[in-house]
């Protein structure tokens, strides 16, 4: 089983901004960062957590070499340096490889797809696997409508 624990957070865009919130300050506070999103602390935890998952920031609240690398050398190249930590995921990037072979994916398909991926891989109940493995499959469409509209 996975031992980074599988994030809850549905907006990608949502996830950049608290990044680059919390990594200007080298570290995260729930609270600020509740009051910057006008979150309740539970959605701040959410976002954070999928920071967390992508490497940016560690358990302890602490900016990552990778984050670090990120806000400090390459602010204008971030969303693609984290759309980039997303499709090299090992389990994100295969939803994203999926999604990007097949033109005309359906949706649907796409979420069974990623919850049986998951599954494999944690060991959460059907609900929350599908919840949370769909949360991801929302992250990779973001990204394709990013890639797609600059193409």
């Known amino acids: 089983m996975m031992k980074k624990i ?3 957070a549905n907006s990608f865009e949502t996830i950049i ?5 919390a990594g ?3 570290r995260y506070v729930k609270d600020d960062i509740a009051k910057f999103c006008d979150f309740d602390i539970r959605q701040a935890d959410y976002y ?9 920031f560690d358990e302890n609240g602490n900016l990552t070499a990778i984050g670090r690398d990120i806000i400090d050398n390459d602010r204008e190249h971030c969303k693609e340096r984290l759309y980039e930590l997303v499709i090299c995921d090992e389990l ?8 990007a072979l097949t033109p005309n994916y359906d949706i649907d ?8 991926i998951t599954k494999e891989k ?4 059907t609900a929350v696997i599908e919840r949370r493995s769909s949360a991801m499959v929302g992250w990779c469409e973001e990204i394709l409508v990013h890639i797609r509209r600059i193409k």
Not at 48 to 56: H, K, R, S, T, V
Not at 92 to 99: D, N, Q, T, V
Not at 122 to 125: G, K, L, N, V
């Open 6 to 8: 599988l994030p809850q």
């Open 17 to 21: 901004k608290v990044f680059l919130f």
């Open 24 to 26: 200007i300050k080298d």
């Open 48 to 56: 954070l957590g999928a920071c967390i998952y992508l490497g940016l």
């Open 92 to 99: 994100a990037g295969k939803f994203f490889a999926r999604m």
């Open 109 to 116: 398909e796409i979420r069974k797809y990623a919850a049986t």
């Open 122 to 125: 944690y060991d959460y109940s």
